[in-house]
């Protein structure tokens, strides 16, 4: 039983972490594609 407890802790603890990470990789995308610059040539004028 305690075996079964410590897998299923190390599965939960597994998943948050990668959860963390997800969250953390979407944030970086965010924040690269807000602060990247425009590039010329794709703006409205004329």
Do not use: H, N
């Not at 299923?8 to 594609?33: K, P």
């Amino acid at each position: 039983m305690k075996k079964f407890l410590l897998i299923a802790l190390a599965a939960v603890a597994g998943l948050f972490v990668y959860r963390q990470i997800q969250a953390d990789r979407a944030e970086q995308d965010l924040w690269t594609e807000a602060t990247d610059a425009v590039p010329a040539g794709s703006g409205s004028g004329s």
